[in-house]
């Protein structure tokens, strides 16, 4: 996979806007402000391929790109309290319609910040992608703001949470330094190969 071939292709507000699945997809899922789009861009080796903010919950469109015959979707961030109730019925529709749009998705990668327990939100994401079988793994990000103690408590505390049961992996990640992203892009290619 070089990841230095991909490009963005579109994005869409609403799921009747979403076009068809033609391509295995990769989906990026997770609450605002976890890292999503810093992590994207570490993966692809790109400073700007998806915006990164410091105002939580800036991504509101499912993103795609393309790379090599596969479409990477950036979902947008979920349990962000600042959102009006219409722009979270507008959230809950634009994801319902792209996750029962008989889409080919081959692998979900669900974000989680490492520093904190998962939320009631984080809870229902996983809860739904194991009850609905899809394939995913957990990227703990933000690794690297944890000590060696901190970390060792925080693997501890996912590796006892019921709800990260059906992961196929739990891989810690950090966008800043790096760590975790070959695994990351080794799970990828794995998944895309079988």
Known sequence: MNTNNIKFEASYGVSSQLPPSSLPEIVFAGKSNVGKSSLFNKLFNRKSLAR??????????????????????????YGYAKRSASEIQRWGELMEGYFAGG???????????????????????LG?????????ICVLTKCDKLNKTERAAARLRFSEDES???????????????????????????????
Do not use: W
């Not at 669900?110 to 939100?121: G, I, N, S, V, Y």
């Open 103 to 125: 889409r080919d998705i081959r692998l979900v990668v669900q974000l989680l910040d490492m520093r904190h327990p998962p939320t009631a939100d984080d809870k229902t994401m």
């Open 52 to 77: 990164v903010s410091s105002v939580p919950g800036k991504t509101t469109t499912i993103n795609f790109f393309l790379l090599d015959g596969i479409r990477f979707a950036d979902l947008p961030g």
């Open 164 to 194: 990260l049961k059906n992961a196929v992996a739990v891989i810690e990640c950090s966008a800043q330094t790096g760590e975790g992203i070959d695994k990351l892009k080794e799970y990828i290619e794995e998944t895309l190969a079988g």
């Open 128 to 136: 739904f992608l194991s009850d609905a079988g899809y394939k995913f």
